[in-house]
């Protein structure tokens, strides 16, 4: 499942419309569950109902699990953080007026202790990233593909973009070679997937593929759409879109 971004509704819809097995099935989460809408608790809620959940760190994820940690947000509650503090701010019956100021990049004073146990440990527990056992890679941003996978500094996994951005110029140069071209990388895998660089960038609210690289942000943190794909079918199912979710 690709970034989630505070998109209950969504997130929703597609565990319904793929008859995700809460008690059977394995989800991958691909990070990003923070910032964006917010139902930010309600996802996490959610999500701790899958017996079989991989969760993996995304850089908004990491944000928030900053503020848990320290008391301090590193980007001042923008960039959605809004949308996060909103979220946990409600559970404990404050207002939305409590939180003016956010949107304009002020930190106001909010206590970590908004962040109930439970999801405190999910932030905290999250993977920067899974292998399985049919050597694929899930991750959320991406990686140095010129060193070997492991071992590299754990904000390149949140916050790469150049893997994908390569693997869409070898594919493109690629139809011009005949087809006859590899994206190398020191360590290999069958096939990468990865959130964190919305494909809305390329006009479209669908997976997109280049080389072995399956990006699954579809744009649930704007105007696009919440993914969930079956890793062996490729099949995929989608939210509808989240501005039509959020805006009726």
């Known amino acids: 499942m690709g970034d989630i971004h505070g998109a209950y509704k969504a997130l929703e819809q597609c565990l319904e419309r793929s008859s995700f097995d809460k008690d059977k099935d394995t989800l991958i989460q691909l990070g990003d569950v923070a910032d964006g809408f917010e139902h930010v608790y309600d996802c996490v809620e959610e999500l701790l109902k899958i017996r079989n959940l991989i969760s ?3 850089n908004h994820d990491e ?16 960039q ?3 949308g996060s503090a909103l979220s946990y701010v409600r559970q404990i019956g404050r207002k939305k007026k409590k939180l003016l100021g956010v949107w304009d990049g002020v930190q106001i004073a909010l206590n970590p202790d908004i ?9 905290q527990r999250q993977q920067l990233y899974f292998i399985d056992e049919f050597n694929n890679c899930f991750v959320h941003g991406g990686f140095d593909r010129h060193k070997e996978f492991k071992g590299q500094i754990a904000e390149v996994y949140y916050w790469d973009r150049e893997l994908w951005l390569e693997a869409l110029a070898d594919s493109d140069s690629e139809r011009y070679r005949g087809g006859k071209g590899k994206f190398r990388m020191v360590t290999e895998f069958n096939n990468i997937f990865i959130g964190h660089t919305s494909t809305m960038n390329w006009k479209t609210d669908k997976p997109m593929k280049a080389a072995n690289i399956y990006n699954l942000d579809t744009g649930a943190g704007c105007a ?3 993914t969930i794909m079956d890793i062996k079918s490729k099949k995929f199912w989608q939210s509808d879109p989240v501005r039509e979710l959020y805006c009726r």
């Open 115 to 123: 962040v109930p146990e439970s999801h405190r440990q999910f932030f």
């Open 224 to 226: 696009g759409r919440l």
């Open 56 to 58: 993996i760190k995304g």
């Open 80 to 82: 959605g953080g809004a």
């Open 63 to 78: 944000w928030l699990n900053q503020f848990i940690l320290t008391g301090c947000h590193p980007m001042d509650w923008v």
